[in-house]
């Protein structure tokens, strides 16, 4: 079954984040509750965990800016 991460909504008024660096390498296997990307706003940056185990595949790059509740990756 496949899970997604999408971009949280960190504040009222944020409308993107920034993906600052993944901390599980794309294809890497992830237990569930482990942080997997970093993002960033303008007022924090979060980890975001992984909301299953299975097999990480990335969807939006290093660096890369995306809209809130938008896919930033996936497990498999």
Do not use: H, N
Not at 30 to 57: F, M, Y
């Amino acid at each position: 079954m496949r899970s997604e991460l999408r971009m949280p909504q960190l504040g009222m008024m944020m409308l993107e984040g920034t993906v600052s660096r993944w901390l599980a390498a794309d294809g890497a296997a992830v237990k569930e509750g482990q942080d997997v990307v970093e993002i960033e706003s303008d007022k924090v940056v979060q980890t975001i965990p992984a909301p299953a185990a299975g097999t990480l595949r990335q969807v939006a790059a290093e660096g890369q800016t995306v809209p809130v509740l938008e896919i930033l990756g996936t497990i498999e």
